[in-house]
């Protein structure tokens, strides 16, 4: 029983292994392209991450201009990361990124994509000043709080002559 149980153990650890040599003699090439964040406004900084890309290399988008990868220790001796740009012309939508590692070539289709800014200003308004609408809203609170203002006064004055 014991040698049956051990002899599966063993025959399980020689598939999972025979079965990882592949994927890592795969390393050698680019396999995986990630852009943080995904969602990006124009003129914002996106960073790439390159599996498999153990020297660096450069990326290019339609949407920034040719930056540089450069090995990155933190994911180990087989990752590569870079910072771009992009530019503030870039038009709103999904954009590619190619990545050239030592002469091999992987690119990733809508790896981020782009948004267009909001307008800022007055929050939408389209004149300056009080409009006639404003200034009815307001003369109708000024002119309650009067009448308010009156009333309570009147009948603290008729209370003290009780």
Sequence with gaps: MRTTRALAVSATAVAVLGLTAPVAAAWDNPSNIVATP???????????????????????????????????????????????????????????????????????????????????GLGGSSS??????DIAIGGGLVSLALIGGGVFWMRRRSENKI
């Design 38 to 120: 995904s969602v990006i406004a124009r003129g914002g900084q996106l960073t790439v991450t390159v599996d498999g890309c153990k020297s660096g290399g450069n990326m290019t988008s339609n949407a920034f201009p040719q930056a540089t990868l450069s090995p990155d220790p933190s994911g180990g001796n087989d990752r590569s990361k870079g910072t771009a740009t992009v530019n503030s012309s870039a038009t709103p939508g999904s954009y590619d990124i190619t990545v050239n590692c030592s002469g091999k070539i992987l690119t990733k289709p809508g790896a981020f994509t782009v948004i267009g800014g909001v307008r800022g």
């Design 128 to 133: 300056t000043g009080a409009t006639p609408t």
